[in-house]
C-alpha cells in the first residue's frame, strides 16, 4: 500500500489511487471541473494540476496514479498561478452572465474564480460569440458560451445513460455541445446533466428561473417516486413574506453508494409538483347534503368516530374496509396497523390494489413498482390478513363493506373510475384520508387533509430492505397533518390513546416489534439508510 | 453606569412657577414670529428670520441629490424595463421588501425578465442598498419622491407598472441612461 505526503500529511491509500481521491481522504479539496468521481479521468480542464515533487512540469491530480513516498504539494505558489491562469484562460470567453444565470451561488467558475483567480480580464480582442438558449430536449437548455467544455455531459451520457445524445462539434474555441440532428435528449436520465454540469450551460427547464439558488434551504430525504428509493436534496424555499412562494422547488440527487449513486432518474426528479399542486387537501371537510364544509379537526374527528362507532354497533368489524397506500412512510402505516387491524380488530386491510406495481422499470433506477415503500407496508403486515385491496372495493359494491377508509390510496387510478363510482356510491361512509384530490373523494363523507413526504418526518423501506429516513423540509400545507398523526387524533377521540409525540416514538415500537427492525432506531438509520436484516435475504 | 439625576427646587416642585415660566416662552416666540412676518410681508427686516411651517405636500422642501425617494426602474428605448430579474436588489434588500417573479424573455438575448416586481414601500427603509446591488443600471432611488399615503397596504406595494413609469426628477438622475435610452437590449455584458 502507497504512502504519500500531500501538503505534510501523511497517508495512505490502495495502490492505483488518484492523488485526488487520496486528497479527499484527507479532505484536501483539489479543484477541478472535467474530473468527476463517478465517471473516467480525462484530463481536459488542466485545474487540478498538482506539483509532484521531482517531477519537473505540473501534474494532473485527476489521473495522476499515486506512488509510495510521493511529495505532493496542492497548495503552493506553482500551482496557485498555474491554477489562476487555467482560470483566466477558462474566462476569455465566458458572458458575463451570472445575474441572469441559474448556476449563480452554486457555480464552480465562479466559486473558482472569486477563490484563486480574481483577474481582471486581459483578453482585448472580440470575444466569441455562440449559441444561447439551445432547446435539448424538452427537460434541458443549453448556453454554449457559458460551456467550459469538460465534456463531463458527453461522458455521463456515454458512460451512465450510454445513450450517447451530446457530443462536441466543431474545434477550437468554436467548440461547441450539441445534439445530432433530429435526436433531441430523450432519456430518462437528462435532469441529471444539469447537476454534473459544473457550470450554468447544462440547466433545467423545470427549474429555469424559478428561484436563485441562495434563497433555497435543503433538506436530506427519499424520492417517492419508485421502490428504488434514491436520495435525495429537497429544495425549499418558505420566505415569510408570501405563502405563495412557499413551495419544493427541485430535487437533486444525494449520494448514496448502495442505492442510487449520485444520479436521479425524471420521473422520481419532476415527480415532486404534487406537493404544491392546486388540487391540495388543505383542511377537514364534512359532506352536507352535497356540499363540503370545511371545519376543525376536533369536528372532523368526532363526526368520523361517530359514524364508524355507528357502523360497529349495527353491524361487525368486518363491514368496515381499510385501504392504505404504499407511499405512506412506515410510520404512518404502522398506525394504521395499530389502531384498526390490532385496536379495532378490523381484517379488512390490504394496500394492494389491482395494478399497484405495474408501472414500467428501466433496469437502472427506475423500478416497475412506482410506491416508495412497498416493502415496508409488506414487513408491516398491510397484506395478506384479509381480502385483497381489489376485493376489499368489490364488497364495497356488493354492499357486505358499509364503512370504507382510504389512507393516502387512489383506487381509481388502478380500477378505472365506473368500478370505484359504483362501489363508492353503496357505501355508508367513505373516509378519504390524504394530500392530493383524487377520484374517491367525490364519494367521501369526510375528507382528512394529509401531509406530502417533505412535509413529514419518517422512514420508507425501498425494494432492497434499506430503511431510509425522510425529513421534513417544508411547514404542512393549510391545516394537514402527517398521516400518522390523523389517525392518533381519530383514536384518542374513540377513545384509544397511544403515547406517540413524534414520528420517532413510533419507530421505536416498530424496531420492538417488527422483525428485521430490530435495534434501529433514527440514529442508526441517519443521512445514508441502512439495510434490514432479513431472513432468507 | 453614572445616572445623572437633577434634583427638583423648591420653585420647580410647586410646578405653579415653571408653568408660567412655560407661557412666557409660548408667548415669546408667538409675538416674535408674528412681528419678523407682518415686517417681512410690509419688506422690512428681510435679514432676520422667522419660524416657518411647509405646507406638505402642497409644498416641499428641496432635499439633496443624495436623498433616497421612491424607487423606480430604468427602462429600454421600447419602454420595457431594464431590470433582467437577477434578484440581486431582493437578495440584499435588509427588510425584504422586493419580490420578483422572473420568467424566460421570447428573445433569448434578453433571455429573464421580471414578469412581477414589487416594491413594498411600508416596509423599505430607504437604505439604497437595492440602488448599489443592480448590475444592469435598472433600479434607482433618484424620482426625489416621498410615498403618499393609501387607503390600504396594497396600495402602498408598488407594481412593475407603477415603478417603470416613475422618471428621474430634473437634475437628480443617478442611472447612467435616461428612461428609455441606452443599448436596447439589457443583458448584463453591456449597459
Ligand atoms: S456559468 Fe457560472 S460563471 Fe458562468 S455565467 Fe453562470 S454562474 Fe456565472
Ligand atoms: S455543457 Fe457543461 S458539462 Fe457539458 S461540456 Fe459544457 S460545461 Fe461541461
Ligand atoms: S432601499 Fe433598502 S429597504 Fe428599500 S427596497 Fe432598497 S434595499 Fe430594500
Ligand atoms: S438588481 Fe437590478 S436587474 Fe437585478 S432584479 Fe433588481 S432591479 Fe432587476
Redesign the pocket.
Known amino acids: 500500500m502507497p504512502t504519500l505526503v500531500i501538503d505534510d500529511q501523511k497517508v495512505t491509500v490502495d495502490p492505483g489511487t488518484t492523488i485526488i481521491q487520496a486528497a479527499k481522504k484527507l479532505d484536501i479539496t483539489i479543484p477541478h471541473?472535467?474530473y468527476h468521481p463517478r465517471l473516467k479521468s480525462v484530463d481536459m480542464c488542466r485545474m487540478c494540476l498538482v506539483e509532484v515533487k521531482d517531477i519537473p512540469k505540473l501534474q494532473t491530480a485527476c489521473s495522476t496514479q499515486v506512488r509510495d513516498n510521493m511529495v505532493v504539494f496542492t497548495n503552493n505558489q506553482k500551482v496557485l498561478d498555474a491554477r489562476r491562469s487555467v482560470l483566466e484562460f477558462l474566462l476569455i470567453n465566458h458572458p458575463l452572465d451570472c445575474p441572469i444565470c441559474d448556476k449563480a451561488g452554486e457555480c464552480m467558475l465562479q466559486d473558482f474564480y472569486f477563490q484563486f483567480s480574481r483577474h481582471t480580464s486581459k483578453f482585448k480582442e472580440k470575444k466569441q460569440k455562440k449559441h444561447k438558449v439551445v432547446n435539448l430536449g424538452p427537460k434541458i437548455v443549453?448556453d454554449s458560451e457559458r460551456?467550459?467544455?469538460?465534456?463531463?455531459?458527453?461522458r455521463f451520457l456515454k458512460e451512465v445513460v450510454g445513450t450517447e445524445e451530446?457530443g462536441?462539434f466543431d474545434r477550437g474555441d468554436h467548440s461547441e455541445?450539441g445534439i445530432y440532428p433530429g435526436r433531441p435528449l430523450e432519456n430518462n436520465y437528462q435532469g441529471n446533466?444539469a447537476d454534473?454540469?459544473?457550470?450554468g450551460?447544462?440547466t433545467a427547464k423545470d427549474f429555469r428561473f424559478a428561484c436563485r439558488s441562495w434563497f433555497l434551504c435543503q433538506e436530506n430525504s427519499i424520492c417517492p417516486g419508485c421502490s428504488t428509493g434514491c436520495n435525495v436534496l429537497v429544495h425549499s424555499s418558505e420566505r415569510s413574506y408570501d405563502k405563495t412562494l412557499r413551495r419544493v422547488y427541485r430535487l437533486t440527487p444525494r449520494d448514496n453508494d448502495e442505492v442510487n449513486q449520485s444520479w436521479l432518474c425524471d420521473v422520481g426528479r419532476y415527480g415532486y409538483h404534487f406537493v404544491d399542486d392546486p388540487d391540495r387537501l388543505t383542511a377537514p371537510s364534512l359532506k352536507r347534503g352535497e356540499e363540503y364544509v370545511k371545519v376543525d379537526w376536533d369536528t372532523a374527528f368526532r363526526e368520523v368516530a361517530q359514524r364508524l362507532r355507528g357502523i360497529f354497533e349495527r353491524y361487525s368489524p368486518s363491514s368496515l374496509g381499510i385501504i392504505p397506500s404504499p407511499q405512506l412512510t412506515n410510520e404512518d402505516l404502522y398506525m394504521v396497523k395499530k389502531f384498526f387491524n390490532e385496536t379495532l380488530c378490523i381484517t379488512n386491510i390490504d394496500f394492494k390494489l389491482p395494478g399497484w406495481n405495474q408501472g414500467q422499470g428501466d433496469g437502472f433506477l427506475l423500478k416497475a413498482d412506482r410506491n416508495p415503500n412497498t416493502m415496508g407496508a409488506e414487513l408491516l403486515g398491510l397484506s395478506g390478513i384479509g381480502p385483497q385491496a381489489g376485493e376489499i372495493i368489490e364488497k364495497t359494491r356488493l354492499g357486505e363493506i358499509k364503512a370504507l377508509y382510504l389512507v393516502g390510496s387512489d383506487p381509481a387510478r388502478y380500477l378505472g373510475e365506473e368500478k370505484i363510482a359504483s362501489a363508492l356510491s353503496r357505501a355508508q361512509l367513505v373516509v378519504f384520508q390524504g394530500s392530493n384530490y383524487n377520484y374517491a373523494c367525490k364519494f367521501a363523507h369526510a375528507i382528512l387533509p394529509g401531509a406530502t413526504f417533505v412535509e413529514k418526518e419518517g422512514t420508507f423501506t425501498n425494494a432492497q430492505a434499506r430503511v431510509q429516513k425522510i425529513n421534513q423540509a417544508l411547514r404542512p400545507l393549510g391545516e394537514s397533518l402527517p398521516d400518522w398523526k390523523i389517525i392518533l387524533g381519530l383514536a384518542l377521540t374513540m377513545g384509544y390513546y397511544f403515547p406517540y409525540k413524534a414520528a420517532e416514538d413510533i419507530f421505536k415500537d416498530i424496531a420492538r416489534e417488527v422483525t428485521g427492525f430490530s435495534g434501529l432506531d433514527y440514529k442508526k438509520v441517519g443521512d445514508k439508510g441502512i439495510k434490514l436484516a432479513l431472513s432468507g435475504g | 453606569m453614572k445616572i445623572v439625576g437633577h434634583k427638583l427646587s423648591f420653585l420647580e416642585n410647586i410646578y405653579l412657577f415653571e408653568i408660567v415660566r412655560g407661557l412666557v416662552i409660548t408667548t415669546r416666540h408667538f409675538f416674535y414670529n408674528m412681528f419678523f412676518h407682518i415686517a417681512h410681508l410690509l419688506g422690512y427686516q428681510q435679514d432676520v428670520e422667522a419660524a416657518v411651517t411647509i405646507q406638505y405636500p402642497e409644498q416641499t422642501i428641496p432635499v439633496s441629490k443624495r436623498w433616497r425617494g421612491v424607487h423606480r426602474i430604468n427602462t429600454r428605448p421600447d419602454g420595457s424595463p431594464r431590470c433582467v430579474a437577477c434578484m440581486l436588489c431582493e437578495t440584499v434588500c435588509p427588510v425584504q421588501c422586493i419580490h420578483i417573479v422572473a420568467e424566460e424573455h421570447p428573445d433569448p438575448a434578453i433571455e429573464k425578465y421580471p414578469v412581477s416586481f414589487e416594491v413594498d414601500v411600508t416596509r423599505c427603509c430607504w437604505c439604497g442598498m437595492c440602488e448599489e446591488a443592480c448590475p444592469v443600471d435598472a433600479i434607482y432611488m433618484d424620482s426625489g419622491k416621498i410615498p403618499k399615503a393609501g387607503y390600504s397596504r396594497q396600495d402602498l406595494v408598488y407594481d412593475k407598472e407603477t415603478l417603470t413609469k416613475e422618471v428621474p426628477l430634473p437634475g437628480y438622475q443617478r442611472s447612467l441612461n435616461p428612461p428609455g435610452a441606452g443599448a436596447p437590449k439589457v443583458n448584463p455584458m453591456g449597459l
Open positions: 471541473y472535467c443549453l460551456c467550459i467544455l469538460c465534456a463531463r455531459c458527453v451530446l462536441i455541445i446533466l454534473v454540469c459544473p457550470v450551460a447544462l
